[in-house]
C-alpha cells in the first residue's frame, strides 16, 4: 500500500484539492484520523496514523481503496504536497503508470448483472469450484462451445494465468470470478446450471469445518442445478468422497453414483501426481431429481431515519455478536462534529463483508454496498437492533 511519513500536518480547511481531487471532510478515531477522498468517480479514505516518536504515517485504507492505484497514488501525492511539512520518507510510485484494462472474462462479484448477460447466450452452463491450473476448464470450453464455462477460484494467480490462456486460445465461453464458491452459488436463481464440478478439493482432514462441501453447500448445489443437473467431484481421498456421499445423501431427493479409477479425458497437475503415486482416483456424481423454488426474496438493506448520533458515540463498544450462520463485529467509531462512521465486519463466517456505515443526515452502508445475501441480512438486521439500543 503506498504510504509516506511526515513529522507534521497542517492544520486542515476542508474541502480543498484540485480540479481532479478533493478531500471533503475529516473524522476521528481513536487511533487514526480518516480523510474522505474523491478523485473523480472513485471515493476512498486515507488514513493518518501518529507513530510512537510523533512522526505521521499517512496511506490508504485497505477497506475502502479504489480500483485504480494510480487515484490513490495521486491523492497521496496531492495530500503530501498541500498539507505537510517535512516528508521523512516515502513508498509511491511517482512516474505515470498505465492502468490495465478491465479483462473481459473476469467478473466481480458485485457485477453478477454482467454475468447473467453472458450465460444467458449458452445452451449450458457449467461451474468448476477451484480450477487451479485451468487444464479441465479450458478442456471443457474447447469442447463444448455452446457452454458457459464459469469458474470460482479464490487463488488469484491460477485466476489471472488461466484467464491469460483462455484469452490466448481465444476461448470466449469462459468467465473466472475471484470468490468463495458457496457465496456465488447463494447468489444464483434456482434451476440455472447444468453441471457443477469439484476437482481434488483440499480435505481438510484435520479441520473438516473448512471444506468446500457441507450440507448447507449440497442444499445450494441441489438448488442451483437443473432437474437431470449433475454435481461431480473427483478425489484422490476416499475420506472425502465417503463424507460428500453421507453429505449428499441427506437430501431429500438423491441420486449417487460412485466410481474408481476411471481415466479422464483431462489430467489435472495434481492427478498427474497422483497417478505417479499410484493413488487410487474417486468419482462421485450427484443427479439433481428435484425441481426447486426461487430462493425466498430479501429485503434490501436498509436503516431506519433516525438515531442518535451523540448516544451512539457515548455507547459504542468493540462488540462481537454471533448467530447460526453469521456474525456481527463492530470495529471501530470515527466522528466529527456532523457524521459518525463506523467500520463494522459481518455477514457469513466463510466470506465476511467489511463495510462502512455512515449516520448523519441518513444512515447508510458508505463507500462500498454489501451483497445481498441471507447471511448479510441477517447479519444487517443485528446492526440496525444494536444501533437502537446504543441510541437509547
Known amino acids: 500500500m503506498p504510504n509516506f511519513i511526515t513529522n507534521r500536518i497542517k492544520p486542515l480547511n476542508f ?44 496511506k490508504g485504507d485497505k477497506l475502502s481503496k479504489p480500483p485504480r492505484l494510480s487515484s490513490l497514488q495521486k491523492a497521496l501525492c496531492l ?49 468448476e469450484i477451484g480450477f487451479g491450473s485451468g487444464r479441465h476448464l479450458l478442456f471443457r470450453a474447447k469442447e463444448e462451445p455452446n457452454t458457459a464455462i ?30 468463495d464458491a458457496r457465496l456465488l452459488l447463494s447468489l444464483l436463481p434456482s434451476n440455472l446450471i447444468d453441471k457443477i464440478f469439484l476437482h481434488f478439493p483440499v480435505p481438510w482432514d484435520d479441520a473438516p469445518h473448512r471444506r468446500v462441501v457441507s450440507a448447507d453447500f449440497a442444499m445450494q448445489c441441489e438448488r442451483v442445478l437443473k432437474k437431470g443437473g449433475v454435481f461431480e467431484l473427483r478425489s484422490d481421498s476416499l475420506a ?6 453421507e453429505v449428499f445423501l441427506g ?3 438423491a441420486k449417487i453414483f460412485i466410481q474408481k479409477n476411471v481415466a479422464n479425458p483431462v489430467v489435472s497437475k495434481y492427478e498427474d501426481r497422483w497417478q505417479r503415486q499410484n493413488k487410487d482416483i474417486f468419482d462421485l456424481y450427484y443427479t439433481c431429481e428435484s425441481i426447486s423454488s ?6 434490501e438493506l436498509k ?53 462502512f456505515i455512515k449516520l448523519g443526515k441518513g444512515v447508510k452502508y458508505f463507500i462500498k454496498a454489501p451483497l445481498l445475501t441471507t447471511q448479510n441480512a441477517n447479519a444487517h438486521e443485528k446492526i ?9
Open 303 to 355: 436503516f431506519d431515519d433516525f438515531y442518535d448520533l451523540q448516544k451512539i458515540k457515548q455507547n459504542f463498544s468493540n462488540l462481537t455478536l454471533k448467530g447460526d450462520d453469521y456474525f456481527v463485529h463492530f470495529e471501530e467509531l470515527y466522528s466529527n462534529e456532523n457524521l459518525l462512521i463506523i467500520r463494522v465486519a459481518f455477514g457469513a463466517f466463510n466470506k465476511p463483508e467489511h463495510s
Open 79 to 127: 495530500f503530501r504536497d498541500t498539507a505537510c511539512d517535512k516528508i521523512l520518507s516515502q513508498a509511491i510510485q511517482n512516474k505515470s503508470q498505465k492502468e490495465p484494462n478491465k479483462v473481459e472474462n473476469i467478473v466481480n462479484i458485485n457485477e453478477l448483472g454482467e454475468l447473467k448477460d453472458f450465460v444467458e447466450k449458452y445452451e449450458k452452463i457449467y461451474i
Open 240 to 245: 472425502y468422497t465417503n463424507f460428500t456421499s
Open 251 to 253: 437430501l431429500k431427493n
Open 150 to 179: 464459469i469458474g470460482i477460484e479464490v487463488y488469484k494467480p491460477s485466476m489471472e494465468q488461466t484467464s491469460k490462456l483462455a484469452r490466448a486460445s481465444k476461448f470466449d465461453n469462459i468467465r473466472l470470478i475471484n470468490t
Open 294 to 299: 426461487e430462493s425466498k426474496k430479501l429485503n
Open 384 to 392: 440496525k437492533e444494536i444501533l437502537a439500543k446504543w441510541s437509547r
Open 15 to 58: 474541502a480543498f484539492g484540485n480540479d481532479d481531487i478533493k478531500f471533503e471532510f475529516e473524522l476521528f478515531g481513536r487511533c487514526e484520523r480518516l480523510i474522505f477522498t474523491k478523485n473523480h468517480d472513485e471515493e476512498f479514505f486515507i488514513t493518518i496514523k501518529q507513530r510512537q516518536d510523533g512522526n505521521f504515517v499517512v
